[in-house]
């Protein structure tokens, strides 16, 4: 395996992550108003992710960074392309951040406006972050010099729309299995249902959109369906194994096998697009490939010391992390029943 090869799995593996840990976040701000029924409840959603969330961010980060100094060329074109896109997303972001921060500071109406906010970031960077992904696969057009010639409507198509709505529909369900595990009382019974009732739209749209996106590779990245396929039925098995385990009610397994669907979702796609890093649909002969779009062998090899001495000490950093707060929060108590009346 060349050092292109790598770190193209590197950074696929970072998208993963990302995928896997802010998704939960996502998830929570998803469900927010209908898993939450009032403030105390939505408090509680807030604070099982407040330690966390900004950690899970570092993922996108280190991913942009991985990019810009692993394949310059790749890096160029997709943030000069996707530029609207990416700084809608970055807006999007930005609120959400600023709804943690902000939403004590007032009453009931500022913290109303204040959780739609946190809600519109949650859904709509997801939303984009989906679509940009699935134009690496589809396609998007490229010069001869490997720039970016189309516009923002060029972005979408019926393909990448149903990739961001996936994405989103992926990222609640996620939550949801994040907060049952996070929760008690009855705030754990309503993210329990609300986990199961995604389940099934899941595993009925994501397998249709691994399959699409298996056609769309064949089709536009002129690939065999292996080993995409094989990667992409991994992934529709993790959902529906998740999908079995909330109806037992394992809601431990059922997060396991959700992070394991959204991680092999990603890979999907990554595997779809290899060895190209973007497929130009003008001319094909345009697509940047991960040796037309890479530094220098010896920039790589610096990288590939300094990942191997300090992406242990990150990631057992972070595990440690998800360890010490571990700790469930405490909803309010299920609702008793009302005395029976003694009979005469």
């Not at 913290?111 to 690496?136: C, E, Q, T």
């Not at 992409?232 to 059922?254: C, D, E, H, N, Y």
Request: aromatic share 12%; proline share 5%.
């Amino acid at each position: 395996m060349g050092l292109e090869t790598l770190w193209f799995c590197v950074i696929a593996f970072l998208w993963a992550g990302y995928f896997v840990l802010e998704g939960f976040d996502f998830g929570v701000g998803i469900l927010l108003p209908f898993v939450g029924r009032d403030e105390p409840d939505r408090s509680v959603m807030l604070e099982t992710i407040a330690p966390v969330w900004d950690g899970n961010e570092v993922w996108l980060v280190v991913a942009g960074g991985a990019t810009f100094a692993a394949f310059p060329a790749w890096y160029a074109t997709m943030f000069s392309g996707f530029y609207v896109a990416l700084l809608v997303v970055l807006v999007l972001l930005i609120v959400r951040v600023v709804s943690f921060e902000w939403r004590e500071r007032g009453g009931s109406r500022w913290r109303g406006l204040w959780l739609w906010a946190n809600v519109a970031g949650s859904i709509g960077a997801p939303l984009i972050w989906g679509v940009a992904l699935a134009n690496l696969v589809q396609g998007v057009p490229l010069d001869s010099s490997g720039d970016y010639a189309g516009g923002l409507a060029d972005l979408f198509s019926p393909y990448t729309v149903v990739a961001g709505l996936v994405t989103v529909l992926l990222f609640a369900m996620h939550g949801a299995t994040f907060l049952e595990l996070r929760t008690t009382g009855a705030l754990r019974g309503r993210a329990m249902d609300a986990a199961r009732r995604l389940s099934l739209p899941t595993v009925v749209l994501g397998a249709l959109f691994l399959i699409w996106t298996v056609v769309v590779a064949t089709d536009a990245n002129h690939k065999s369906a292996f080993p995409a396929a094989l990667v992409a039925g991994l992934a529709i098995l993790a959902f529906a194994a998740g999908a079995v385990l909330l109806a037992r009610g394992r809601g431990r397994p059922a997060f396991a096998a959700s992070a394991a669907g959204i991680a092999l979702t990603v890979a999907t796609i990554f595997t779809a697009l290899y060895p190209r890093v973007m497929v130009s649909s003008s001319d094909f002969s345009n697509s940047l490939t991960t040796s037309n779009a890479s530094s220098a062998h010896y920039t790589l090899a610096v990288m590939s010391v300094a990942a191997v001495i300090l992406t242990p000490v990150v990631l057992a950093y972070q595990a440690w992390t998800y360890y010490v707060l571990r700790r469930r929060l405490e909803g309010a108590p299920p609702a008793a029943l009302p005395p029976t009346q003694p009979t005469t």
